[in-house]
């Protein structure tokens, strides 16, 4: 099985840096996925990583490390509507064809 | 193409009621799946279509729930008898082969309520 730690929330404020961190415990490992969802929507890709290191997409960052069961997700210069859930999830070695298995998720809030 | 589609958004229904749900996927993605989400947690793999097959169904998916995806286009996800405990968002994913490896899209999702 899997099993998958993330903070429950974390308040930032407007433009400053916030890091979610993210470990897992899982039989194999096929790629760690993060995931934006807002209240009420469907969650919506951010981020994918499968081998060690640092991903950057634009105010957003993923780092992943296999040994240490570890990922985190940067978000920089933070805006409003970056509050929401971020969940961490994790497709284990047999599943290919792409089952996730998916933390409780992060609840950001950035204030003014 | 507009994204996956949920039908309908929300249900409220009495317990021991049947519903269904809908999901109409990305046009050219072969897999389908089906989440469940509880407030505050994340999604919890219920089943997985590839074309018009069912390839997995999680132990979460009790003998009341059954999906079907007939001509691997469109899926429903019945629910019979329904209990209070069924009560969540029931999402929807679709994926291409190649696109499966970097993740896939979810619809808005069928918000159920059991009262």
């Known amino acids: 099985g899997q099993n998958i730690d993330q903070p429950t929330e974390m308040t930032a404020t407007e433009g400053a840096i916030v890091q979610i961190n993210c470990t897992y415990q899982?039989?194999?490992?096929?790629?760690l996925f993060w995931y934006q969802q807002h209240a009420g929507e469907a969650p919506t890709f951010l981020s994918y990583?499968?081998?060690?290191g640092l991903e950057e997409k634009g105010r957003f960052s993923s780092f992943l490390s296999r040994s240490k069961g570890y990922s985190y997700l940067l978000l920089k210069e933070l805006q409003m509507k970056d509050s929401a859930s971020y969940l961490c999830?994790?497709?284990?070695?047999?599943?290919?064809?792409?089952?996730?298995?998916f933390g409780a998720g992060t609840q950001v809030v950035v204030t003014p | 193409d507009t994204g996956v589609s949920q039908d309908p958004r929300h249900k409220i229904t009495k317990r021991g009621q049947n519903v269904t749900f809908r999901c109409d996927p990305i046009?050219?993605?072969?897999?389908l799946y089906w989440y469940r989400q509880t407030l505050g947690q994340g999604p919890e793999f219920l089943t997985y279509?590839?074309?018009?097959?069912?390839?997995?169904k999680s132990r979460l998916l009790s003998d009341r729930f059954s999906a079907e995806r007939p001509k691997g286009s469109f899926s429903t996800l019945e629910i019979q008898r329904t209990e209070q405990g069924d009560s969540a968002m029931y999402l929807c994913?679709?994926?291409?082969?190649?696109?499966?490896?970097?993740?896939?899209?979810f619809g808005s999702g069928t918000r159920l309520t059991v009262v």
């Open positions: 990583n499968v081998l060690d």
């Open positions: 899982t039989s194999g490992f096929n790629g």
């Open positions: 046009s050219e993605h072969n897999r």
């Open positions: 994913a679709s994926s291409s082969l190649r696109e499966t490896y970097y993740g896939y899209t």
């Open positions: 999830a994790v497709r284990g070695l047999t599943d290919s064809w792409g089952k996730l298995q």
């Open positions: 279509f590839q074309n018009e097959a069912q390839l997995e």
